[in-house]
Structures are given as structure tokens and as C-alpha cells.
């Protein structure tokens, strides 16, 4: 069952975002409950949520601007890692945003993420360019990909 970040109050909704990516990444969180919740609040910012017998599995989370998406977040719980549900978050948020008539979407993935790398390239994103230092903790670079959706649509 997916959910949207309508379905919750904001700030507890804040909450359990960051408590997924702090216990996901293997660095923690990359944003604060504080960021959670001031993007939470913006009108072009979308959360999908995959939940299963009431557990929280993870989440999508992007940026609609005009007919573009911006990905911030694509987060499995680590035990639930490598058993498909991020491609079943990715394709539920594709299905939507083809009925948006969505043209393009975005995102950076680390470089040494090959298993997500590996997952978007399998959903038909492209390798675009790279940004030095984009990550923290530890330094790397940051790929960039790009889903055209009406190549994915036909």
C-alpha cells in the first residue's frame, strides 16, 4: 500500500522519514527532521510511501516542477534492502507521474551505489554527467541520471 505525505500529520510524518534514512544509510540521514519538515510544507514537494502490514518499508520523495521531476530521496529500511521494493516505489511513482504528464526526471546517486545505480539504469535512467564532491561523509561524486518518461510510456 502506498501512502502520500497527505495522510499524515507533519511533523510526526517528519519524523519517521528522517528515523528511515538515519537507519538506512549507512551514514545516517542526509537531512534533519527540521529539512524533513520544511520540505514536507513546500506545495511541489511529493512523498510516496511503501507500507506492508503496518510496517514502513520506505520511501520516494521528489520535487515537481512544470513537467520535471527532481528526485531528493529513494530510501529502503535496511532489512527490507534487496528484495524489490524500491523498484516497486520507483514504478508506482513512474505510473503517476506519466498521468502528470511528467516529460523528465532527475536524480544524483552516489558513485559507489552500484546496486542503485544498477536499479535506475534497469528503470531506464541515463547517465548524464557527474558532480564532483557532491556527498559528504565520505567525499564523492555524485551521478546524475535522467529518465525521459514518454521513452518509458511508448
Known amino acids: 500500500m502506498y501512502y502520500s505525505k497527505e495522510n499524515y500529520p507533519t511533523q510526526q510524518l ?9 537507519e538506512s544509510y549507512s551514514h545516517g540521514s542526509p537531512w ?3 529539512q524533513f519538515r520544511i520540505d514536507l510544507d513546500q506545495k511541489n514537494s511529493h512523498y510516496l510511501v511503501l507500507v ?3 510496517q ?12 520535471e521531476v ?22 508506482q511513482m513512474i505510473k503517476d507521474l506519466i498521468e502528470q504528464n511528467v516529460h523528465q526526471v532527475f536524480l544524483e546517486v552516489r558513485e559507489s551505489n552500484f546496486d542503485a545505480q544498477k536499479l535506475y539504469e534497469k ?11 557532491y556527498y559528504n561523509y565520505p567525499k564523492e561524486d555524485g551521478i546524475i541520471m535522467c529518465l525521459k518518461v514518454k521513452e518509458v510510456n511508448q
Open 32 to 34: 534533519t527532521v527540521d
Open 52 to 54: 506492508e502490514d503496518d
Open 14 to 22: 517528519a519524523e519517521k522519514l528522517w528515523s528511515i534514512c538515519e
Open 123 to 133: 528503470k531506464g535512467f541515463k547517465t548524464i554527467n557527474r558532480r564532483v564532491n
Open 56 to 67: 514502513w518499508l520506505g520511501f520516494i520523495s521528489y520535487h515537481l516542477i512544470l513537467d
Open 70 to 91: 527532481e528526485i531528493t530521496h529513494v530510501v529502503i529500511q535496511s532489512a527490507f534492502q534487496q528484495q524489490g521494493y524500491g523498484k516497486k516505489l520507483i514504478d
